[in-house]
């Protein structure tokens, strides 16, 4: 079951997922507005292991600079997007943090690949072929320690730019022989927003709870980032 989160501008919610029963199907599950989240045990979901790969492909796109004078000239910028982590405990406090200023958690079971700067530094394959990332984190949940509870996956935009103003882009998270449990189209995006909480895993009954949030955040800022996911999680589980 593919999570296929390919919303249309009409939706002003992007913290809906589509809630009808397609588990004994392979057809995508399309997210619509109004409804829960999607949420499964990765037990339940059709993929190999507890190792998980968060990736994201984007084609290079120039866009305008922000302010009337930099519209009047013609000013440009390309759109860099990041891919990042956040670590918590069961008290919901920040233990650790993987982006592209710490490409590892302290116990390495979290790996980011590295920072593609402009999504055109991976070289044309990239972006043209899903099978080349732009940026991937894996995570290999079985190695992170019991004092992480909570593992958020979160997507920006560094210069504040709408991530939907991407030409061509998709994220995804699935297992690492390719089995995905979730995509998104970027044009599709709803809302004018920089950064999105992808999605949260959570420790449950032994094993790892994956939620699909697509939560907007109001700022690509590491530390906003942290503070609202931090609410959300205080929401659920406080």
């Known amino acids: 079951m593919s999570l296929n989160h390919n919303n249309t501008a009409g939706n002003d919610n992007k913290q809906a997922a589509n809630s009808n029963d397609q588990t004994d199907s392979q057809a995508p599950v399309n997210t619509s507005d109004g409804q829960l989240p999607q949420s499964n045990l990765l037990s339940e979901l059709p993929i190999q292991g507890s190792t998980l790969l968060f990736g994201l492909n ?38 650790d943090t993987v982006w592209f200023k710490q490409l590892r958690d302290n116990s390495e079971a979290i790996r980011h690949q590295g920072d593609s700067l402009n999504g055109k530094d991976r070289g044309a394959a990239a972006q043209m072929d899903r099978n080349v990332d732009m940026e991937t984190i894996e995570l290999r949940l079985s190695r992170l320690p019991e004092s992480v509870t909570h593992v958020a996956l979160l997507l ?31 044009t599709l995006l709803s809302h004018e927003n920089s950064a999105v909480c992808i999605a949260i895993l959570s420790r449950e009954l032994g094993e790892w709870r994956l939620t699909i949030k697509d939560l907007v955040l109001g700022s690509p800022n590491i530390e906003k980032m942290t503070q609202e996911v931090q609410r959300e999680l205080g929401r659920i589980y406080a």
Not at 66 to 79: E, P, V
Not at 174 to 184: A, K
């Open 58 to 95: 984007f084609q290079y796109t120039k866009v305008s600079k922000k302010g009337l004078i930099n519209r009047i000239k013609g000013n440009t910028q390309t759109l860099d997007m990041d891919l990042s982590c956040l670590l918590f405990d069961d008290k919901l406090e920040l233990v």
């Open 156 to 186: 920006s935009s560094y210069y504040n730019l709408p991530i939907r103003q991407v030409e061509r882009g998709n994220i995804y998270i699935s297992d690492d022989e390719g089995n995905e449990v979730y995509t998104s189209d970027l």
